[in-house]
């Protein structure tokens, strides 16, 4: 059984990329870096979701409580408590920006994917290396890093999920056409394992 459905409508943000792509997943669901559990309410009553997060807080774990057949998995992206090829999809949504080792975190989500699973994201990226832009991100990064868990804005997001080794990648680069937009360039997608 595939574990999404692919729509062709254009994604303009975060909120209608969770609204358009989370109830379309099937199966079991790992939410890594799930925060406060924001992902939950848009996924189909009938998936098993996994929240994991290195230090969740009260509302995360009452997200976990009221989803009947949820967990919470205390640990990190790096080190993911779970069978190889147990699990139907990967959620990242503005994480690959804060876990320590992204590339290890990629490499443990192709881990624990069964063939044919998908990784959905939705992630900030640097901006184009010279650009003012991205001056400005390696200027915010050690305060970013300090005050927004652990997000460092100058990540090449893209290449790391182009070589992590999926057997497939799909990815867009979102074009905000405002300041916010150019400060932190958005892509977003699917890889298939
Ligand atoms: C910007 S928040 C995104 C939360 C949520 N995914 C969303 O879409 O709203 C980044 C999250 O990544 C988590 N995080 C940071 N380091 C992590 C790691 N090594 N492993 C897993 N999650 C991590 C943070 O605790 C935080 O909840």
Do not use: K
Request: net charge positive; with cysteine.
């Amino acid at each position: 059984m595939p574990c999404m459905q692919r729509s062709s409508t254009p994604v303009t943000g975060q909120q209608q990329w969770r609204r358009q792509v989370l109830p379309t997943l099937r199966g079991t669901i790992l939410d890594i870096g799930a925060g406060s559990g924001v992902s939950a309410a848009l996924l189909h009553p009938g998936v098993a979701w996994l929240a994991l997060e290195p230090s969740p807080g009260r509302r995360l774990a009452a997200a976990v409580r009221s989803r009947p057949g949820s967990q919470l998995l205390t640990a990190p992206a790096e080190r993911i408590p779970l069978e190889d090829a147990s699990i139907d999809a990967v959620i990242c949504s503005t994480v690959l920006c804060s876990v320590a080792d992204p590339a290890l975190t990629l490499t443990e989500t192709i881990r624990v994917l069964r063939p044919g699973g998908v990784l959905v994201f939705y992630e900030h990226v640097a901006a184009a290396p010279g650009s003012t832009a991205h001056r400005i991100q390696r200027l915010a990064s050690p305060l970013t890093r300090l005050l927004d868990h652990g997000c460092d804005p100058c990540r090449d997001t893209a290449d790391m999920i182009n070589r992590a080794g999926f057997s497939s990648v799909h990815l867009e680069t979102l074009r905000i056409n405002n300041v916010l937009g150019r400060l932190a360039p958005v892509i977003h997608g699917y890889a298939e394992r």
